[in-house]
């Protein structure tokens, strides 16, 4: 019996190791066994955006483009900025020992604003500006009123604003700079019977985003004494001091969203156009 279990024994050996050789041989000669098979599923993230899908992202706001058409011999460009993280219009709001000033931020103003562009025809470059922050067109002024075939856009700079806030000390008879090309100064001081008026003269500077703009630094007295002010005026700032002595210097508070210019050419396609 034992003689037996172990030939039965040897000859399993046998076939099993046969078995694997063959199946070494077998692949050593190209061939493997088939796997099992298996489904895998790839998923595409559908396109995202936030005003159109053929936005074009300018820091914190997207511009979208849409039209082109002609008017008066020019080529217009109509677009729309829309701040990624809008500020609503309202007051500065500022602790209870500052007179606080309207900020007079406009509801349709963006945080950014498109300034150069270049019209790409069959025919060559035409280039057109834009003619303010608030505006929402580009001009291109075309040779003999007629638009050539239009194969692409370029916008050459835009320009962003960088809020920023600082104090400000003001001495009589002194021009302090506030920023650049803004200066703000004494020009007046009018005594009256139980208070006196104070003018601040504010100076801005000229260029595309600057004249009688909203951004324009926006000031704030401190100071014991003070009791009213009528903030922005045709040339500044007035204030009124009650009849205690006028300090000398005046502090300010400057607020404000600066400016910033970036030459920095985004390429548009025609089809953006095509689709405004």
């Known amino acids: 019996m034992t003689l037996r279990r172990m030939a039965l024994v040897a000859t399993g050996l046998a076939v099993g190791v046969g078995a694997a050789l063959a199946a070494l041989f077998a692949f050593a000669d190209g061939e493997s066994p088939v796997a099992a098979e298996t489904t895998t599923t790839s998923t595409v993230a559908p396109p995202v955006w936030w005003e159109s899908p053929a936005e074009i992202q300018l820091g914190p706001a997207v511009l979208v483009i849409q039209g082109l058409t002609v008017e008066d011999g020019d080529a217009v460009l109509s677009f729309a900025i829309h701040d990624l993280s809008p500020v609503p219009p309202g007051r500065l709001r500022d602790p209870d020992d500052l007179i606080d000033v309207l900020l007079q931020r406009l509801a349709d103003e963006a945080a950014v604003a498109p300034e150069l562009w270049t019209l790409i025809t069959a025919e060559g470059e035409i280039p057109g500006t834009t003619s303010g922050p608030r505006a929402r067109t580009a001009r291109f002024p075309l040779p003999g009123g007629v638009l050539p075939e239009v194969v692409g856009l370029r916008l050459d700079r835009y320009w962003m604003r960088v809020p920023y806030s600082y104090p400000v000390a003001l001495p009589s008879g002194a021009v302090v700079p506030l920023d650049q090309g803004y200066s703000v100064a004494i020009s007046r001081v009018i005594e009256q019977t139980d208070s006196r008026i104070v003018q601040v003269d504010l100076v801005t500077p000229g260029g595309f985003a600057t004249p009688a703009d909203p951004g324009a630094p926006m000031l704030a007295v401190t100071g014991e004494g003070w009791s009213f002010t009528?903030?922005?005026?045709?040339?500044?700032?007035?204030?009124?001091?009650?009849?205690?002595?006028?300090?000398?210097?005046?502090?300010?508070?400057?607020?404000?969203?600066?400016?910033?210019?970036?030459?920095?050419?985004?390429?548009?396609?025609?089809?953006?156009?095509?689709?405004?």
């Open 230 to 276: 009528s903030g922005r005026t045709s040339t500044g700032l007035q204030l009124v001091h009650d009849a205690t002595p006028l300090p000398d210097p005046i502090y300010l508070l400057a607020r404000s969203a600066y400016w910033v210019p970036f030459d920095r050419p985004i390429e548009i396609g025609a089809e953006v156009l095509a689709n405004g």
